[in-house]
C-alpha cells in the first residue's frame, strides 16, 4: 500500500475504519496503543499507515479452545 514513489498510504480514523471493516473506536485504539504506525497531525486527526494495518491483521492469530493457534491472511 505505498505510492509508487515510495509514501505510504496514510488514511484517517474513519477511513480506516471502512476500508478494513471495524469501527472507528477500535482503528483509533490502534494507533493510540502503537500496534499500528500513525500519526496526529493538526488539533487531534490521527492519520494510520494503511500497510501497518495490513501487517498488523497478518500477524494476529486466534487461539482456539484445543490451544491451537489459527493464522488467517485477510489482506493479501
Given at each position: 500500500?505505498?505510492?509508487?514513489?515510495?509514501?505510504?498510504?496514510?488514511?484517517?480514523?474513519?477511513?480506516?475504519?471502512?476500508?478494513?471493516?471495524?469501527?472507528?473506536?477500535?482503528?483509533?485504539?490502534?494507533?493510540?496503543?502503537?500496534?499500528?504506525?500513525?500519526v496526529?497531525?493538526?488539533?487531534?486527526?490521527?492519520?494510520?499507515?494503511?500497510?501497518?494495518?495490513?501487517?498488523?491483521?497478518?500477524?494476529?492469530?486466534?487461539?482456539?479452545?484445543?490451544?491451537?493457534?489459527?493464522?488467517?491472511n485477510?489482506?493479501?
Amino acid at each position: 500500500m505505498d505510492n509508487s514513489n515510495g509514501i505510504p498510504t496514510m488514511l484517517g480514523v474513519k477511513e480506516t475504519a471502512e476500508k478494513f471493516g471495524i469501527a472507528q473506536h477500535y482503528a483509533r485504539q490502534l494507533a493510540l496503543s502503537g500496534k499500528v504506525k500513525a500519526v496526529r497531525v493538526g488539533r487531534g486527526k490521527i492519520l494510520i499507515n494503511a500497510q501497518s494495518v495490513v501487517e498488523f491483521f497478518n500477524e494476529s492469530y486466534i487461539k482456539t479452545p484445543e490451544n491451537n493457534i489459527i493464522k488467517e491472511n485477510y489482506y493479501e
